[in-house]
């Protein structure tokens, strides 16, 4: 004997996980956003810091080789 389900689902579930999707579409790409500003916000703080001399650097305590090393430290180094 086989069974048949006939029961389809309710409009109000399928207006939720519609709803749910449209929630997480948009919160993903707030989160995306955040990130794209914070990584623009770190290139200009590099940039900012490849643009002075030398001795400027020397001022603050850092070398050229190290600047990416320094902007990107709590991310990528120990």
Excluded at 26 to 36: D, K, P, R, T
Aim: aromatic share 8%.
């Amino acid at each position: 004997m086989a069974f048949h389900d006939t029961h389809a689902a309710a409009p109000r579930d399928i207006l939720h996980s519609a709803y749910a999707g449209i929630v997480q579409f948009f919160a993903n790409l707030g989160h995306s956003i955040v990130l794209a500003s914070e990584a623009r916000r770190r290139l200009e703080v590099v940039e900012n810091l490849q643009s002075r001399s030398d001795a400027e650097l020397a001022a603050v305590g850092l070398k050229r080789d190290d600047i990416v090393r320094h902007v990107f430290s709590d991310l990528y180094y120990s």
